[in-house]
């Protein structure tokens, strides 16, 4: 039986080389890098199955990193192995292309079960963030998803753009660019420009 073949990305060495002795017992680890950039380069080298992908990392984040894998064309599972149980994480690693996430405090076994429930086609989430989801998730967060237009004004207005300029950016009106950052709001339960700033820096939408 062929062992299911992984990558790991991870900035945090030791956490990193502890994961290692781990993977290894089941799994053909292909190589471990650091950063966002050097994951890309490694998944187009090697095509893993399953990437094990930290979402905060140098050059690259997390979710940066795995929008540019899926751009290449790699149909490897993902698995986003983070710190962070925060709802607004947990709905961008899945839209961006994730199949799996779960906390470090709850790596281990866990690890290895999520490997093979992804490597199978199904999704899977700790229970750790499941169990709170549905009194923690701002209201319509779950049916609400940001658009791909949303996002790209999302990540205009992060860079300090009026809603004017982002219109002629984007060559839409004012109003339906005035329209996209309210629809967002609501979405996401914030109520101000920087609480959706605030999104933008967790989601790796801006640095």
Do not use: W
Not at 2 to 25: P, Q, W, Y
Not at 41 to 65: K, Q
Not at 104 to 120: C, H, M, N, T, Y
Not at 169 to 175: G, H, V, W
Request: glycine share 8%.
């Amino acid at each position: 039986m062929n062992r299911i073949r992984l990558v790991l990305a991870d900035d945090h060495t030791m956490f990193a080389e502890g994961l290692k002795s781990l993977l290894d017992e089941e799994f053909e680890l292909l190589g471990t890098v650091g950063n966002g950039q050097d994951l890309v380069d490694i998944t187009h080298r090697l095509n893993p199955e399953v990437i094990i992908v930290d979402i905060s990392m140098p050059i690259l984040s997390g979710f940066d990193a795995i929008r540019r894998i899926r751009d290449l064309g790699s149909k490897a599972k993902v698995i986003f192995l983070t710190m962070h149980d925060d709802d607004t994480l947990v709905e961008e690693a899945f839209r961006c292309g994730g199949s799996g996430y779960v906390l470090k405090q709850a790596a281990g076994e866990e690890l290895v079960e999520a490997i093979k429930q992804v490597s199978q086609g199904n999704r899977y989430l700790t229970p750790l963030v499941k169990s709170k989801r549905t009194d923690r998730l701002p209201r319509g967060a779950t049916k609400s998803m940001i658009t791909p237009r949303q996002r790209e004004v999302l990540k205009l207005i992060s860079e300090g753009l009026t809603m004017k300029e982002i219109a002629a950016k984007l060559e839409i009106s004012t109003r339906t660019a005035e329209s996209h950052k309210y629809e967002m709001m609501e979405a996401l339960g914030v109520s101000t420009t920087a609480d959706l700033i605030k999104y933008a820096l967790k989601v790796g939408l801006i640095t």
